[in-house]
């Protein structure tokens, strides 16, 4: 079993930066890779960025590449998602989730997910 919880979500300014961690338990942890995933109201969840369980494949949606960066500290069970050059649009609740197989942009892919944190970003 693995329990995720994130944090660090608020309110920013366009332009702001935020960093949201990921917490995790369980053994597993280590050797899974972990995504992180966004929920706007009326929109399907969809894929952020992933990161391999030892961060040597990361992946991003086209639309945060170059101003989100996934790190991931083993030794603290902990992952993490620095966002940066915040947009309006970026506005979700931004969910991590443990990857199980299958495509990594699809959240079929993912077994462990965490309860959310909400990111809002004004104009």
């Known amino acids: 079993q693995v329990k995720l919880v994130e944090s660090g979500g608020g309110l920013v300014q366009a332009g702001g930066s935020l960093r949201l961690s990921c917490a995790a338990s369980?053994?597993?942890?280590?050797?899974?890779?972990m995504g992180w995933f966004r929920q706007a109201p009326g929109k399907e969840r969809e894929f952020v960025a992933m990161?391999?369980?030892?961060?040597?494949?990361?992946y991003y949606a086209d639309s945060v590449k170059g101003r989100f960066t996934i790190s991931r500290d083993n030794a603290k069970n902990t992952v993490y998602l620095q966002m940066n050059s915040l947009k309006p649009e970026d506005t979700a609740v931004y969910y991590c989730?443990?990857?199980?197989?299958?495509?990594?942009?699809?959240?079929?892919?993912?077994?462990?997910w965490g309860q959310g944190t909400q990111v809002t970003v004004s104009s």
């Open positions: 369980g053994r597993t942890f280590s050797s899974r890779a």
């Open positions: 990161i391999r369980w030892n961060g040597g494949n990361i």
């Open positions: 989730a443990g990857f199980s197989g299958g495509s990594q942009y699809n959240t079929d892919a993912y077994d462990y």
